[in-house]
């Protein structure tokens, strides 16, 4: 027996709803039992979602017992027509929607125990019957029903609906499984056509084999991000000439920061574009040369035209590679004039405009406040010239709000019990997480809303 609690609309009766469906799909019959909602609305209600039960009950599969129309009957009535359901169907799944519901019906909690230790005992063992067992948590309560159902369940698993920043985040605990140890407790997820979805953690697995990158085509007004799902989100991708924030959390693992960012650069260079990119700390020259050869499909005789990496002359004197081009890191009104005119050297080699990639990880550190002033001079040549510039941070500095009033796209990426959340500031978006995968010998990245 199988206990699932939570706050009203977490999604209590989409996953029992869901649980039911998928055994009728497999041949695996099944009852839900409802104090709280009539049959038709219950079946309008899920085949919005994607899970048709009308036809399951006409292949005798599926059962619906309503029992708002029975509480007058009594509880043994209502147990009684339960049993025989269960037993004339061969129900193998059973939902009782909710247990909360026929506590209210008892007298005491004495009675609800020996309803638990015994009648839907009996359905879950003697019958061979998993129940699951549906159980309202007030709201701003911890408690769970009666105090009894944890107990006396072999499973508990909590629903949870929050509000973060105006922005819903659902998550699941699993509180107990019995006979089966649990590496983790806690699961984000969403609710979509087919039910309720649990979104895996964040995981990439590397591909040795080397692949051509898809190519995603710019548009008159907007240049493509390389993910088809962010490039909708964004109303087309970034607007020509525009300014891009993106704050990612200290928590979040540097290959999320790689495939975000080979999707965009891939996707770029394949395209005939220049790119202009000042490494992350983190991040040496030839590392970041490498990850783009061998992520995003691009050749080495197209990084030497339309590739350049911009770094400190002190930094630089190790490296051997015309791609190279230095700045002083002492003053940076000088090092952005320089900037300035080896993007535009760029632009005139490519005949075409330039994707800027300018980390304040980097940066901040040298120049302090004066990179304010500097920044802004690189909006505007941005705009005026009609490139893209992206300014990116994992660190909260004290500039943040001045790069967020220079931006027309702001987003943000955080990590959540092992998942990688992306959302927008400009434009305001809910949370959608992010998946990664090997496809073609190339990264990709899904993104899938939270809702």
């Given at each position: 027996m199988v206990t699932v609690a939570g706050n009203p609309g977490v999604g209590k009766s989409t996953f029992a709803a869901q649980f039911i469906h998928e055994g009728a799909r497999i041949g695996e019959g099944g009852v839900y039992v409802s104090f709280a909602e009539g049959k038709d609305t219950f079946i309008e209600n899920m085949h919005g979602l994607g899970m048709d039960f009308k036809s399951l009950e006409e292949k005798g599969r599926f059962k619906y017992l309503d029992m708002v129309t029975m509480r007058e009957g009594g509880l043994s009535t209502m147990l009684e027509s339960i049993l025989d359901v269960v037993a004339r169907l061969g129900a193998e799944r059973l939902v009782i929607d909710s247990f909360t519901a026929i506590s209210q019906i008892l007298k005491d909690r004495l009675d609800a125990r020996i309803l638990l230790h015994t009648v839907f005992s009996k359905i879950t063992r003697r019958m061979g019957v998993t129940t699951l067992l549906i159980v309202e948590t007030p709201i701003g309560s911890e408690r769970i029903g009666m105090g009894l159902e944890e107990f006396v369940s072999d499973a508990?698993?909590?629903?949870?609906?929050?509000?973060?920043?105006?922005?819903?985040?659902?998550?699941?605990?699993?509180?107990?499984?019995?006979?089966?140890?649990?590496?983790?407790?806690?699961?984000?997820?969403?609710?979509?056509?087919?039910?309720?979805?649990?979104?895996?953690?964040?995981?990439?697995?590397?591909?040795?084999?080397?692949?051509?990158?898809?190519?995603?085509?710019?548009?008159?007004?907007?240049?493509?991000?390389?993910?088809?799902?962010?490039?909708?989100?964004?109303?087309?991708?970034?607007?020509?000439?525009?300014?891009?924030?993106?704050?990612?959390?200290?928590?979040?693992?540097?290959?999320?920061?790689?495939?975000?960012?080979?999707?965009?650069?891939?996707?770029?260079?394949?395209?005939?574009?220049?790119?202009?990119?000042?490494?992350?700390?983190?991040?040496?020259?030839?590392?970041?040369?490498?990850?783009?050869?061998?992520?995003t499909g691009v050749e080495e005789d197209m990084i030497q035209k339309q590739l350049v990496i911009g770094l400190k002359e002190e930094d630089a004197i190790k490296y051997d590679d015309p791609i190279i081009k230095t700045?002083?890191?002492?003053?940076?009104?000088?090092?952005?004039?320089?900037?300035?005119?080896?993007?535009?050297?760029?632009?005139?080699?490519?005949?075409?405009?330039?994707?800027?990639?300018?980390?304040?990880?980097?940066?901040?550190?040298?120049?302090?406040?004066?990179?304010?002033e500097a920044l802004n001079a690189l909006v505007t040549h941005t705009l005026e010239e009609g490139n893209l510039l992206a300014l990116f941070s994992r660190t909260t500095y004290r500039i943040h709000g001045h790069l967020a009033s220079l931006s027309n796209i702001h987003l943000k990426i955080k990590s959540l019990y092992g998942n990688i959340l992306l959302s927008g500031e400009i434009p305001w978006t809910g949370y959608y997480s992010i998946t990664g995968e090997a496809r073609r010998g190339c990264l990709y990245y899904k993104l899938t809303p939270i809702e």
């Open positions: 508990l698993i909590i629903l949870r609906r929050r509000v973060e920043n105006c922005r819903i985040i659902r998550e699941m605990e699993i509180v107990k499984m019995r006979g089966i140890p649990l590496m983790r407790s806690t699961y984000l997820f969403t609710i979509r056509k087919g039910g309720l979805h649990v979104l895996p953690p964040f995981e990439l697995k590397r591909t040795a084999k080397r692949g051509k990158f898809e190519v995603i085509r710019d548009t008159s007004t907007h240049f493509s991000t390389g993910s088809k799902d962010l490039d909708r989100i964004l109303g087309g991708g970034f607007k020509r000439g525009s300014t891009v924030f993106i704050e990612m959390d200290e928590n979040t693992p540097n290959i999320v920061t790689a495939l975000i960012f080979s999707r965009i650069v891939g996707n770029w260079l394949l395209l005939g574009k220049g790119c202009f990119l000042i490494p992350l700390p983190e991040t040496p020259p030839i590392i970041l040369k490498k990850m783009i050869l061998s992520r700045y002083s890191g002492v003053d940076i009104k000088v090092d952005m004039r320089r900037w300035i005119e080896q993007i535009s050297d760029l632009q005139d080699r490519t005949k075409g405009p330039v994707f800027i990639f300018v980390p304040i990880d980097s940066l901040f550190p040298i120049y302090g406040d004066a990179l304010k």
